[in-house]
């Protein structure tokens, strides 16, 4: 474990001069404020007291949504504003600094994150810089892979971040509003079987049966929604009895599901699929396949797998670099000898994000770092409105056991709910579930055109 260097400066008093020698703070730089970096960055400052440390967080977004709720965002069954965290207040809030930038590359010799410069609506703000660290975490998360498959990036949209799910709700009001007026079919494609694509589909129709509340009352047949996997199920990370009752609730709500449909090309008004099968759709959403952001693959000679994840050791540091980890989605830790990987998941983030906050203190003072253990705490789908499927871990009394229905849908409630109590305290995120449900009282049950 690398020490701190130390500083002095001069005090001047009624006698000689004399030299003071501080520590200097150890210089902690977190990249990627999702849940994993949000986490460690809320506790750490909190949590290390015996080392004096400055903690630095950056990330190119201005504020933080929970990724499994950005699906909702993008189809405007919830508003973003309601839902967001400003990494400024939360900086504020939590005794770190919020850094906004886009990382371009990292000097491991010199110990530098070099940032791009921060330019909004092509208006330059701040200028090429970086910022230097002792202990630097990778968090940058994950992406849609579209496996170069060509017109994907073209026609497709993708909703990876806040500013993604943004664009698509933005452009699809604007389709669902065209479609009203010209008394047309609006047709929607997603691209991918997981849980993203899945849920999105279900918020799709969602959006169709809250804006026949609102006076659309015809919209919900002339929007039709399809679903398509490259592989023979949906949700090929869940159990059977998971992906059976999604998908077959799924197709009771007008949802087409189409298994085994490969995508090898996009354009502006379909999707070629490789049996020969053109799907027509106006509307197309990437969500398909999974890899770490293309950045990862240029971070100075860390070792990083095909789908550009590093590679870490079981303390969840670099290979390469033990002053370097990486956690969450943009991480790659084999679960056993036989090579199986991590699942790019929430509660795998969460979990790595407590192993360094419980762990970091004692190795800042020079004690080794215990080696990562995952537990299964099961996963959960949820079908909005329409239902929740889920399936329990792998140990305790009920192990392994299928849940469903109000169950479930609570259990999806209480994982968001624990994870804002962990950003904000137990008292202030309590109090942001209430003002959530008070808003969903008094507020429209979509976010309407402005």
Not at 424 to 433: A, E, K, T, Y
């Amino acid at each position: 474990m690398p020490k701190s260097s130390t500083v002095s400066f001069e005090q001047h008093g009624g006698g000689p001069e004399q030299k003071i020698i501080a520590p200097r703070p150890h210089q902690i730089v977190v990249v990627g404020g999702g849940i994993a970096g949000l986490e460690i960055v809320s506790k750490l400052p909190r949590t290390i007291r015996r080392t004096p440390i400055a903690v630095t967080l950056i990330d190119r977004e201005p504020a933080y949504v929970w990724k499994p709720m950005l699906h909702t965002i993008a189809a405007g069954t919830t508003d973003v504003s309601q839902q967001e965290t400003s990494y400024i207040a939360q900086a504020r809030s939590r005794r770190f600094v919020f850094e906004p930038g886009e990382v371009q590359g990292i000097n491991r010799k010199e110990r530098k994150v070099y940032l791009a410069p921060l330019e909004i609506d092509g208006r330059r703000i701040l200028p090429k810089r970086h910022i230097s660290y002792d202990t630097l975490i990778l968090a940058t998360g994950s992406q849609a892979n579209d496996f170069g498959i060509p017109g994907v990036r073209d026609h497709c949209f993708m909703i990876d971040n806040r500013s993604q799910a943004m664009n698509f709700n933005r452009e699809i009001m604007a389709r669902v509003l065209e479609t009203l007026v010209a008394n047309s079919m609006l047709q929607i494609a997603v691209v991918g079987g997981g849980a993203t694509g899945v849920e999105l589909a279900a918020e799709l129709i969602q959006l169709t049966d809250v804006t026949a509340y609102y006076g659309a009352a015809g919209l919900r047949n002339q929007v039709k929604v399809t679903l398509l996997e490259s592989g023979p199920n949906l949700l090929g990370a869940f159990p059977d009895r998971v992906a059976i009752a999604a998908r077959e609730r799924l197709e009771r709500l007008g949802v087409t599901v189409l298994t085994g449909a490969q995508v090898v090309a996009a354009d502006a008004g379909s999707l070629q699929l490789a049996d020969g099968r053109q799907i027509n759709a106006e509307l197309k959403v990437w969500a398909a396949g999974v890899k770490a952001a293309d950045a990862c693959a240029t971070f100075d000679g860390l070792e990083v797998t095909r789908n550009n994840q590093i590679v870490v050791r079981p303390t969840l540091q670099t290979t390469v670099d033990s002053r370097i980890f990486a956690v969450g989605d943009c991480s790659s830790l084999p679960l056993d000898d036989a090579g199986k990987q991590l699942p790019p998941a929430a509660q795998v983030a969460h979990q790595q994000a407590s192993h360094l906050i419980r762990y970091l203190p004692g190795w800042l003072e020079g004690v080794d770092l215990p080696p990562f253990n995952f537990r299964d705490f099961g996963s959960i789908v949820s079908l909005g409105g329409y239902g929740a499927y889920g399936s329990l871990g792998q140990f305790g009394l009920f192990k392994g056991g299928f849940i469903r229905g109000r169950v479930a849908q609570l259990g999806h409630i209480l994982l968001y709910r624990s994870h804002q109590a962990r950003l904000h305290g137990f008292w202030r995120g309590g109090l942001i579930w209430l003002a959530d449900m008070i808003n969903s009282r008094v507020r429209p049950r979509i976010r309407l055109p402005d």
